[in-house]
């Protein structure tokens, strides 16, 4: 079945310092990877995604590399702030196997001056 | 309208009573999700309706949760006898069918079974 591993939480940084949250993946086909994040109180938002290997997604200052040799997509920031704090989640679609997405456990990040 | 729209966005239940939750998913979307959050936990896959097809169920955890649909409109989620291991929030999102954007999510409720 498909899956999606996430490192256990929480991560705690210090402003400025750089982020990678990793997650790692198994599908039975050729899945798009997501990752969404939910700030305290929130609902989940859509961060950024990768459709096909190799695609880069960014959005915010966050960037994820859809790796299918290693069947990766780890989340990484330069430079992280306060307002960062959240919850991270890993995700994948198969388009055609019902549209479902399949999440990870989440990541905790809290971000400290 | 502009989002998805969830309600209750909070609500408090005795143990064993029935509770409904509603979500409005945006206009046009013709797939519509339920997911469940446990504290401190991931999300849990519960049900899906595509358009007109059957709604896949593989996630409902037992006889007493039921969602429906009308058309590619409002969807009811449906506990029954509630449980406190049913307390957790529930998360409704809608997509465009085909589209691998992913979904938009919205608030959810957050039900809590005293």
């Known amino acids: 079945g498909n899956s999606v591993t996430q490192m256990e939480g929480p991560v705690t940084l210090s402003e400025e310092a750089f982020l990678t949250i990793n997650c790692t993946y198994t599908a039975t086909g050729y899945p798009s990877l997501f990752w969404y994040v939910q700030y305290p109180g929130e609902g989940l938002q859509l961060l950024l995604k990768?459709?096909?290997?190799?695609d880069k997604g960014s959005n915010k200052g966050f960037e994820a590399t859809y790796r299918k040799e290693t069947t990766s997509f780890h989340l990484e920031k330069g430079s992280v702030q306060v307002s960062d704090s959240a919850v991270y989640f890993c995700a994948l679609i198969l388009t055609g196997g019902g549209n479902k997405l399949t999440f990870g456990t989440g990541t905790q990040l809290k971000v400290e001056l | 309208g502009a989002g998805v729209s969830q309600s209750p966005s909070n609500k408090v239940t005795e143990k064993g009573k029935d509770v409904e939750l509603r979500c409005d998913p945006i206009?046009?979307?013709?797939?519509l999700y339920w997911y469940r959050q446990r504290l401190g936990q991931g999300l849990e896959f519960l049900i899906y309706f595509q358009g007109n097809s059957a709604p896949d169920k593989s996630g409902l955890p037992s006889d007493r949760f039921s969602a429906e649909r009308t058309g590619e409109s409002v969807s009811t989620l449906t506990i029954q006898r509630t449980q406190q291991e049913d307390s957790a929030v529930y998360l409704c999102?809608?997509?465009?069918?085909?589209?691998?954007?992913?979904?938009?999510f919205g608030s959810g409720t957050r039900l809590t079974v005293v």
């Open positions: 999102a809608s997509s465009l069918l085909g589209q691998v954007y992913g979904y938009t």
């Open positions: 206009s046009g979307h013709t797939a």
């Open positions: 990768a459709t096909k290997a190799d």
